[in-house]
Nanobody, 125 residues
């Protein structure tokens, strides 16, 4: 199974924005569920956002109103726009795709099935 490839991470001050992209050719049109999750050192993995094949979207409470997940079918990417970033958003961010095993698709479905190497996001206070 092809692994997604994440990009767009970096270091920003609190209140800043970043846009993460996940190259997911072959999954954008066919995967029942795709999403983003994150993990910081010493912390549990946290599902951030998910989108199903019908476009239904789910966000973790911690990012609602600040993060936006969307598919860019022209670029075959799954993007995560992150605004009003906080230091607690600092983590490695991963893109996950469901190869066909999930029954439900929510941010709690992380890691979704197949995931990439991740991209680091660091938010300074």
């Amino acid at each position: 199974q092809r692994q997604p490839v994440e990009s767009g991470g970096g270091s920003v001050p609190a209140g800043g924005s970043l846009r993460l992209s996940c190259a997911a050719s072959g999954y954008i049109y066919n995967s029942n569920c795709m999403g983003w999750f994150r993990q910081a050192p010493g912390k549990k993995r946290e599902g951030v956002a998910a989108i199903d094949i019908d476009g239904n979207i789910s966000y973790a409470d911690s990012v609602k109103g600040r993060f936006t997940i969307q598919k860019d079918k022209a670029r075959n990417t799954l993007d995560l726009q992150m605004n009003s970033l906080k230091p607690e958003d600092s983590a490695m961010y991963y893109c996950g795709v469901d190869p066909g095993h999930l029954i439900t698709c929510t941010s709690d479905s992380a890691p979704f099935g197949v995931w990439g190497q991740g991209t680091q996001v660091t938010v300074s206070s």
